[in-house]
């Protein structure tokens, strides 16, 4: 044998090097289980082609970032097993501490895994931060978890340690791979090039999760949380550093009228509103492009009937800040921040509930999602609002969880119709924020029911747009049972 040999574990057949990479490498089929396991799914049971966009040679290639991510694990591992103390007692806690290590990458993965199979992407720290609390992100995961998960976990924490013992004495065996520099050099050399090639190859090519490793993704996707800012501070600082000749003075004008003002598009009525109860249902997700008899023959009766404005576009298609140009008449731009640490509680403006809430008006918000994310619930609480109703709220009191993002549409109408009831005597004011058809576009009818076959994006947006319709149209008939009809304003 050329060279000086490994070093051999006490109590074992191979090396520090040897136990190290064999360890990596089962986790590597680990990893590569789990992809397979997202790629089957996605084939026989979702109907989706995650690899329909990536060149012919690009199959080979996608487990780079997971040969990577092993690189890292067996070189995390190696200098675990190198700062081992001597004795067995050591021996038994350096592998117990490899051991937690490689079960968090597991666990993570397969957490990962369930994530991937309902947003079409792997867990990142974002929707973490969105979770309204832990029990959300637990009852999410629980509602997915099915035999896939469960197999993939016991192969993890039961098929990948025996593996890798029977890696390590197969590596042991190989006189040719004993030199140090050839084993690592081998295993660098394979990892890097097969990431280097996924990174060229299916770059900006979306393959619903299947491309990614979930822990690389998570750091990849990693930001800083958000902390408070000094806005004042913040516009003069921005203002020092515009020309002179492009500073605001006074009021800022529009830059599209020069009068300031946008010429109706429909005529004034004569007729008041001053004894009208107010509905705004705000349509999460939901372009008027898609807006039609078939995936929404509801809200179209409406439109039909009533004033539709052609020529208005949203302050922003983000739900916090087009939440604040609805209920504030205000625009926030993106600060790096949120209102809460700019503003401090209460927000300072007035809000739409407080106008109407002088005037005499009950008023409730009813939300099919949880009013905590991106802190919605901020935007109401001590604002004129006088129920502030959440998927959180109605899951505690026993309504069950639709999917990950919230109740069903139809649970969230029923709740504001027992409210519109005790309250249809005197004016009130119900914001009804939808949560669906947000990605992924779930819809909860029967297949019989959907307009739209589920073969394609577009077709389940229609279909989880044509279940909330159906929501607005149960909404709708209930106004219409109660004599409310004529007598309410309906905004969506």
């Known amino acids: 044998m050329e060279g000086r040999p490994h070093r051999r574990l006490a109590g074992s057949t ?32 979702k109907g989706s082609r995650p690899l329909a966009d990536i060149p012919r040679d690009g ?7 997971d040969l990577l991510l092993c690189l890292g694990v067996a070189i995390v591992c190696y200098v675990l ?3 081992e103390p001597r004795g067995r007692g050591w021996h038994i806690a350096g592998t117990l501490l490899r051991g937690a290590f490689c079960a968090a990458i597991i666990v993570f993965s397969v957490a990962s895994f369930q994530v991937a199979r309902i947003y079409g992407e792997p867990l990142d720290i974002e929707l973490l931060r969105s979770a309204d609390n832990v029990m959300v992100l637990r009852e999410s995961i629980w509602a997915y978890l099915g035999p896939m998960p469960a197999l993939l976990l016991l192969y993890g924490f039961v098929g990948v340690p025996l593996l890798a013992r029977f890696i390590a004495k197969r590596l042991a065996r190989r006189e040719r791979l004993r030199m140090r520099w050839q084993l690592w050099g081998s295993v660098a050399i394979v990892c890097l090039a097969f990431a280097a090639m996924q990174k060229v190859r299916l770059a900006r090519i979306d393959t619903f999760g299947v491309k990614d490793n979930a822990i690389l993704f998570f750091i990849k996707e990693y930001s800083p949380p958000y902390r408070p800012i000094d806005a004042p501070q913040m516009i003069s600082r921005l203002e020092t550093q515009l020309d002179p000749a492009r500073r605001i003075a006074g009021s800022p004008k529009s830059a599209i009228v020069a009068s300031g003002k946008l010429q109706r598009d429909f005529p004034l009525s004569a007729a008041s509103a001053e004894n009208l109860n107010v509905i705004l ?17 509801n809200i179209t009766a409406l439109e039909q009937g009533g004033l539709s404005f052609k020529r208005h576009v949203t302050t922003a298609t983000q739900t916090r800040p087009a939440s604040i140009g609805l209920y504030y008449s205000d625009y926030m731009p993106d600060l790096g921040t949120t209102p809460q640490l700019v503003y401090g509680k209460p927000m300072p403006q007035p809000a739409l509930a407080e106008v109407l809430k002088s005037a005499g008006y009950h008023t409730g918000v009813f939300h099919s999602g949880f009013l905590d994310y991106v802190e919605l619930r901020f935007l109401f609480q001590d604002k004129g609002m006088d129920v502030l109703l959440g998927a959180r709220e109605m899951m505690q009191a026993g309504a069950p969880l639709a999917y990950s993002a919230g109740v069903r549409e139809e649970q969230t109408v029923s709740e504001m119709c027992d409210w519109i009831r005790k309250n249809k005597s005197e004016k009130f004011f119900a914001a009804y924020l939808t949560e669906f058809p947000h990605h992924p576009y779930v819809s909860m009818e029967n297949e019989s029911e959907k307009p739209f076959p589920d073969d394609t994006w577009l077709n389940r947006y229609q279909n989880s747009l044509h ?18 009809m004529d007598k309410t304003l309906i905004v969506i």
């Open 81 to 83: 097993h190198l700062i």
């Open 467 to 484: 279940y909330t319709d159906r929501a607005v149209g149960q909404l709708i008939s209930f106004l219409k049972s109660e004599g409310l």
């Open 281 to 297: 249902i705000q349509m999460e997700s939901t372009g008027a492009l898609h807006v039609d008899e078939k995936s929404a023959p």
């Open 59 to 65: 199959v080979l290639y996608l487990a780079g970032w």
């Open 14 to 45: 191979y090396s520090r090097d040897e136990a190290a990479i064999a360890t990596a490498a089962a986790l590597f089929t680990f990893l590569l289980a789990t992809k397979i396991s997202l790629l089957l799914w996605h084939l026989f049971i």
